[in-house]
């Protein structure tokens, strides 16, 4: 066993290599060496953990053995989980993170001595208190993030589900869970305890399901936050200077995230919370594809296209991630090189399902870090592109942002690909993207269309180029 004060600066320097994990993730040049520092960080925290316990009682045994079946769980899962199927990963992970904090709540409530808390009955109040929000925001997290993962595994549909008086009740459950929590706090009592986790895994629900597919990323960010703060909550109540630190940690940085999405977006935090974004009129977008020309073509026209241009930008989005089209891709970038003809790549904020997907798919396929660019800095670059081929990017594309005040993404910063001189576009069919609405590039006069699965299109088009 480990003295207190030797735990403390373990626990420390985890937090620490924590810290150095975020900033090397915030950028795919540092990301390998970021995820070094937060493993090592972990490892340094679990082990300070077992070593702090004092009677190495059979318990500890049974600990160890769910351990062991825990991590070889999560190692088999992310061998196997395909690129394109990650967002619905970590919206499954942050529901065992506030299921996690759920169950130490419980357990700490249940057996306070274990955890020099009190008795039952007689709990300190600022551990009630800390118990209450770490087990609330944990029991939101776990109940959205099954939305979340519903949603993305299109098990749900991704459109928002709305009923009449949706806002007012979520309002009124909100102020009815600081409520139980406040009599929680007063009487201890067991009965508003189970209230309370029943009131808050429902209010996860009726939060996440009016969100529409296209405020999915933020979504992302916005639980992984949640799951933050709830491991902070808990750590609070156990006195645990390595959960709050990566409590806080986590927690902070999903909102800052969260933040900055929604401002990429043109959107209010509490709009995407809130609001039933996405929804559309397919009636609607049954007349415009109806009643608009489309221009289609094949392999060989845009392999001709891109042959006589001097630059082109690739568009890549969730629908090249489905093909798993990113090798393709860079094998036909590479053929355009070879023609002496610059390519790099454009990423919008929340091209995919999670934020930085795109940029994980092109680093698997080894793409170039400096051919890779975010909307900001290489927007201004398509009015003086010759070709735009944009691979199953739907939303994040539509001139509607730009020019729909009734559209529900109006106000969104998109690509301005319909700026390029040519225009290839990628995708099975002219349906709606994850949005649900449709997209005024499919009928512009410079956009050609290409009817094909991504990949199989991309590899045509490496032939035809030579």
């Known amino acids: 066993m480990i003295s207190a004060n030797l735990s403390a600066i373990f626990y420390l320097i985890s937090g620490v290599l924590f810290i150095l994990a975020l900033r090397g993730l915030s950028s ?21 953990t077992f070593l702090s316990i004092g009677n190495f009682s059979s318990g500890f045994i049974y600990i160890l053995i769910f351990l062991l079946i825990g991590g070889l769980m999560g190692a088999f899962i992310a061998y196997k989980i395909p690129m394109t199927a990650m967002p619905e990963l970590v919206a499954g992970f942050h529901s065992l993170v506030g299921l996690a904090a759920v169950f130490v709540a419980i357990s700490a409530f249940l057996n306070p001595e274990a955890f020099n808390l009190g008795s039952p009955g007689d709990i300190k109040l600022g551990s009630l208190i800390e118990m209450s929000i770490g087990a609330s925001v944990g029991a939101i997290t776990f109940s959205g993030s099954i939305i979340a993962f519903l949603k993305l595994q299109g098990i749900m549909s991704g459109s928002p589900i709305t009923f009449k008086g949706q806002h007012p009740l979520n309002a009124l459950i909100l102020i009815f869970i600081v409520v139980v929590a406040y009599f929680l706090c007063s009487t201890q009592s067991s009965n508003l305890f189970w209230i309370l986790l029943a009131i808050s895994f429902l209010i996860g629900f009726l939060l996440i399901i009016p969100i529409g597919g296209a405020d999915m990323p933020v979504v992302i960010s916005m639980l992984n936050s949640y799951s933050g703060w709830a491991a902070a909550g808990i750590g609070f109540t156990l006195e ?26 043109n959107r209010s935090f509490f709009s995407v919370i809130l609001g039933g974004f996405g929804a559309t009129d397919q009636s609607s977008f049954e007349r415009n594809k109806e009643q608009k020309p489309v221009k289609s073509g094949n392999a060989e026209d845009a392999a001709f296209l891109m042959k006589n241009a001097s630059s082109v930008i690739i568009v890549p989005g969730y629908g090249m991630a489905v093909a798993q089209a990113q090798h393709a891709l860079r094998e036909m970038v590479d053929t355009l090189k070879r023609n002496d003809i610059k390519v790099s790549y454009a990423i919008h904020p929340v091209a995919g399902r999670m934020p930085g997907h795109m940029n994980v798919l092109l680093a698997e396929a080894n793409v170039p870090y400096d051919e890779v660019f975010e909307l900001e800095e290489i927007n201004n670059d398509f009015a003086n592109a010759d070709v735009a081929f ?12 730009k020019t729909d005040p009734q559209s529900p993404i109006y106000g969104m910063p ?12 990628v995708k099975r069919s002219l349906s709606p993207g994850y949005a649900g609405i449709d997209n005024d590039l499919f009928y512009k006069e410079n956009t050609l269309m290409l009817f094909a699965d991504a990949k199989k299109m991309t590899e045509e088009i490496i032939k035809n180029i030579g």
Do not use: H, W
């Open 28 to 48: 795919p040049e540092t990301s390998r060496q970021g995820n070094f520092f937060g493993i090592l960080g972990m490892a340094i925290a679990i082990a300070v």
């Open 240 to 265: 645990n200077i390595a959960l709050i630190i990566t409590g806080a940690l986590v927690g902070s940085s999903g909102a800052i995230l969260s933040y900055i999405m929604c401002k990429g977006m």
């Open 414 to 425: 998109v690509l301005d690909v319909e700026k390029c001189k040519s225009v290839l576009f």
């Open 390 to 401: 944009v691979i199953g990017a739907n939303d994040v594309t539509n001139p509607a942002a």
